[in-house]
């Protein structure tokens, strides 16, 4: 079955623009996290979507949102760029329970200018 | 606040060397710890799952333990091969944060011909 699909894959802004990024997850599953990914910071939680609903949130500031929608894609948005929201950008789908296996993306890669 | 840490940071081996990598964490109420591949640039691709109540997992080449009560795990590969060549990281769930996972900064794996 197919994977978790996330695009774009790459992505350059400039400070203030604002960016919207998709995940579409495996088939049948229905929860979606989002992750950023920095040389410094390592892997960070943003969010996490199921069944349309934010169930988790990390510590990032309100620029930083997402939605899902009725059939379990998501969308991460990050207004008013900042230099150092340069990251990889991460999405996880999982079938719905907290045991189950998470599978990830490919990443989108953002560049802020 | 649950921390989990990897150690070695790095590791440079010669082929068909066994070798052992360690993750640690603070809380020991975990759903469950996923330990994972990532080649430079690229998405996670899950190795291996161990529930709270599992002791061990195997797959092919890698198994991996864990310790719930001491708060470690140790991912083992058997005769090593340049392709195993990536950074692992290994990552757990929390009985009161859903899918959210909380990673390690990794282990850079070089494999030598």
């Known amino acids: 079955k197919a994977g978790v699909t996330q695009t774009p894959r790459y992505l350059i802004k400039t400070r203030g623009q604002q960016v919207t990024l998709s995940c579409s997850p495996i088939?049948?599953?229905?929860?979606v996290s989002w992750y950023q990914q920095t040389p410094g910071q390592g892997l960070q939680f943003l969010f996490e979507?199921?069944?349309?609903?934010?169930?988790n949130k990390g510590n990032f500031p309100g620029r930083f949102s997402g939605r899902q929608f009725s059939n379990s894609r998501s969308e991460m948005n990050v207004s008013t760029l900042e230099l150092g929201d340069s990251a990889l950008y991460l999405c996880?789908?999982?079938?719905?329970?907290?045991?189950?296996?998470?599978?990830f993306g490919p990443g989108t890669r953002l560049t802020v200018l | 606040k649950q921390e989990v840490t990897q150690i070695p940071a790095a590791l440079s081996v010669p082929e068909g060397e066994n070798l052992v990598l360690n993750c640690s964490f603070t809380d020991s109420a975990i759903y469950n710890l996923q330990w994972f591949r990532q080649d430079p640039g690229k998405g996670l691709t899950s190795l291996l799952l161990?529930?709270?109540?599992?002791r061990e997992q195997t797959s092919g080449r890698l198994n991996a333990s864990l310790d719930k009560s001491s708060g470690r795990s140790t991912l083992y590969i058997a005769a090593s091969q340049p392709g195993d060549s990536a950074t692992y990281l290994c990552?757990?769930?929390?009985?009161?944060?859903?899918?959210?996972?909380?990673f390690g900064e990794g282990t850079q794996l070089t494999v030598n011909p």
């Open positions: 979507y199921f069944s349309e609903t934010q169930r």
């Open positions: 161990i529930q709270s109540s599992q």
């Open positions: 990552a757990v769930s929390q009985e009161t944060s859903g899918s959210r996972l909380t």
């Open positions: 996880a789908s999982v079938r719905g329970g907290s045991t189950d296996t998470q599978y």
């Open positions: 088939s049948g599953h229905r929860s």
